[in-house]
């Protein structure tokens, strides 16, 4: 075997891998037994909270009725012996900044107790607030440095959990972050705020279609998460990986993800082990996951849990991207949540399912059998269809960062133009709503006869899958697959809860004047409603293939934005509509989307300059003397066959030395980018000016040193090549 010694003795470490960790034993202790175990959950809260206490907190979490703040101090009081029960010795306030991140502050449950010893303390206070120092994270102008208070607030909503670690247990409190004036330095608090505002308008809603006491409607959210595993081994020998999560160099292996034999295959041992006890301790949080597969790129897989309110989905998932990460460790393994680490094969994305409803109005976007004669599924499933045809572009601005860009708009799914795909049969309902104002047929699902008799029949569903939609209608839910693999879910649901309830605010205004309280007029009003909304909103609908060239023309033609990169889809979370929306449902006031929009570019910048930086050093320091020493090495040898008296050919020297000079010369074009780019550091000085130039620059850049570095891996001797290769790290396990 030929490579470089630092790749040699990776490739030795990964294939003498031993597990460090024992062995799990699902026999003696059940995953059922196991499940929600450290979860401050409803059941243990009406085990030890007084029954008045109980049921005030479990109106706040199950109608969204005001806190009572009386009873902070009993919660907190059971909380703490709860958690000292389990081993807890601190408890952290749980936030989620404006960089996506999960951050945690943790205090000690002991205070001295003026005798020389000490007690366990954790009061209704400590419960509710907490103020971190948090001035470091972004703010994007809202709280100035000297003003750098931001205050924790208990999300009563979100449970608390215990988090195990092999020296001790923490109690976590999820919370929301705001600025000592108030407003929203975080992702919970318009997620919070846009879950009441879709509520509301949803039930004045089903209150046309007789709805008398439906009580609280909440979003709903299934993620599923798409994450590479590679082997820590690996990891190590590429600073790009280390630091950007992405490889910024790599030529393609000879076998890619052609032979479609990664997706669904068999999952390998170590990766399954993995699996295992990654859902062994999302059990133990109450995180419902449910599926785990391959996904189609070589070493890429993908979890998804069973939905649940977004509010705590959302938590949740932050909480499964820290385990998926923390437990790789265990296992010589790294986990990689970025949306493209890898060129040239499948990137991850994290689909966001998303409905409303609950338990006793159901799933208000369950079609039933025959939708065509479900009115009330109707009038929200165009609410949707409104919805994302009217805010497209914000909806594209929510999933835009620099990860991203290499999915949207690039040369991989789903495309960065936001359209629906209703599947056949809603398409064929809305079709006949726009040509007659009625539907009066659904094409029926049927059964698929496989042809073997020992086989049973199956329902089919009455709608095909199209991978290729960045929002599709599946079943029962809307899927918004443009979501990147790294990214916090608030953002994203924070957005479709506001337009949705934008649009349930518009319906139901609609309806409510044209029938004036006469319910008898619901049809006829319903009926014109869909067939209005349809008319000026069916654009977004398309069933085609959204890779295609047709469609991107097709799009331009119906008007559809196609904002491919970062920099030109972030500037629409700013557009006056959205602010007005914003603010109108009061999810965020101007203030807090223009700081957002200021973070969110700065956030590109410095990822960017991150990766350029990145860039240079590897090519300075590890690619160019690599490909210097085999020059010379080819040159040694010419000399010396020409000495021999021997015919020496120098088609390779020539090559080398050729991609040599190309390298010298985009390495200083690189420089002479970054170079304009300015400090870096905290605290761009232009975000949006400075991330157009990025794009703009920086990145062809990048992309252009890269073109000459994977043309050196393609001929420089194996065992000068520094870099473990896509091969290695994509394939050897
Ligand atoms: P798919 O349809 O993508 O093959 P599933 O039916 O397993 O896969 O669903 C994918 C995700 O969608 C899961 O997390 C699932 O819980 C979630 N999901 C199902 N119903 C809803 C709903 N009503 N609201 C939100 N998410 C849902
Ligand atoms: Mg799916």
Redesign the pocket.
Known sequence: MSGSAARLSAIKAVTDFKPISEPLNFATTASGDLYGSNVFNISVMEKRLPKQVFKSVKKTIEKGEPLDAGVADVVASAMKDWALEKGATHYAHVFYPLTGITAEKHDSFLSPDGKGGAINEFGGTALVQGEPDASSFPSGGIRATFEARGYTAWDVTSPAYILENPNGTTLCIPTAFVSWTGEALDKKTPLLRSMKALNVQALRVLKLFGHKDPGMITA?????QEYFLIDRNFIMARPDLINAGRTLFGAPPPKGQEFADQYFGAIPDRVLAYMLDCERELYKLGVPV??RHNEVAPSQYEI????ENANVASDHQQLLMLTLKRVAHKYGMECLMHEKPFAGVNGSGK?L???L?NGAVG?L?EPGSTPHANMQFLVFCAAVIRAVHKHATLLRAVVAHAGNDHRLGANEAPPAIISIFLGAQLADVFEQIKKSGEATSSKKAGTLTVGVDTLPPLPKDAGDRNRTSPFAF????F?FRAVGSSQSLSGPLVALNTIVAESLDYIATELETATGGDASKLNAAVQKLLKDITNAHGAVIFNGDGYSEEWHAEAAKRGLPNNKQTIDALPAITDPAVIEMFEKYQVLSKREVESRREIYFEQYVLTISVEARISLEIAKTTIYPAAIRYAGELAGSVTNLKAAGVAADTTVLTKVSGLVSALVEKIAGLEDAVAHLGGGGHGVANPQESAIHCAKSVVPAMVALRGVVDSLEGVVADDHWPLPTYQEMLFIK
Do not use: F, V
């Open positions: 709903t959210c299934g993620p599923e449910k599926t998804a849990p069973i939905y689909h399912n998303w409905s409803g799933n976007l599946t079943g029962n839910k899927e």
